[in-house]
């Protein structure tokens, strides 16, 4: 069974720096993996959509790497602004059945101004 | 304005109810999906639908019914028989089962 994890549970920085969001996940026959964003009360908002043969996907000021053999995905938020407050999933699809999401429980971050 | 909505945004139930929950797409999404997420967690399957008149069972698929007889329609009834139903439950599709999910604002699950 696929376990995603994501540490810290949450994270508090000051606002223009630099940090990482990281998703682990124990099953490396993956198809897929996926970063949404999720605002208190609200839906989610997909970020970045990163394919199994991919290494690393990039919009904006956010960059998302995969790595299948240590079953690692991180996503870099470059010069955070307060705006970026908000929860951030990982979710996996297995290659075996990609209909099936298995979601980590989020890292909830604070960008202080 | 294309998108996924979902319908009561806020649902009180009393024991022993059923409700049911409505999701709309005009995407022209195949895939649809129902998960269900409780205080600081993630999100669990529910069931998931790859095309119409098809569906198959998630997770945590007990106490929980689905239909789909319409490609941009996908509601979820919540039975009597899901002991905990208190909960915040969402609505995604995608174009097909490996392509982005796009998600509904949500609905909110209280029961009395």
């Known amino acids: 069974k696929q376990e995603v994890t994501q540490i810290p549970a949450a994270l508090s920085v000051p606002e223009g720096e630099n940090l990482v969001l990281n998703c682990s996940f124990t099953d490396s026959a993956i198809y897929n993996l996926q970063w949404f964003r999720q605002d208190p009360g609200k839906g989610l908002t997909s970020l970045l959509l990163?394919?199994?043969?991919?290494r690393e996907q990039t919009s904006g000021r956010l960059n998302a790497s995969l790595d299948k053999s240590s079953g690692r995905s991180t996503l870099y938020i470059a010069a955070s602004q307060p705006g970026d407050s908000a929860t951030y999933l990982c979710a996996v699809r297995l290659g075996t059945n990609a209909g099936k999401s298995t979601f980590g429980d989020g890292t909830t971050l604070t960008v202080k101004p | 304005d294309g998108g996924i909505t979902q319908s009561p945004k806020y649902l009180f139930r009393k024991e022993g109810q059923n409700v049911t929950l409505s999701c709309e797409q005009n995407l022209n999404h195949d895939a649809m999906y129902w998960y269900r997420q409780d205080p600081g967690q993630g999100l669990r399957l529910i069931y998931y639908?790859?095309?119409?008149?098809?569906?198959q069972k998630g997770d945590i698929a007990e106490g929980y019914s689905v239909s789909r007889e319409k490609k941009e329609s996908f509601p979820l009834t919540v039975t009597s028989a899901q002991k905990n139903p208190t909960a915040f439950y969402l609505c995604a599709s995608s174009g097909t089962y490996t392509d982005t999910q796009y998600f509904g604002p949500g609905t909110r699950l209280t029961v009395l």
């Open positions: 990163i394919q199994s043969s991919q």
């Open positions: 639908s790859q095309i119409v008149n098809d569906f």
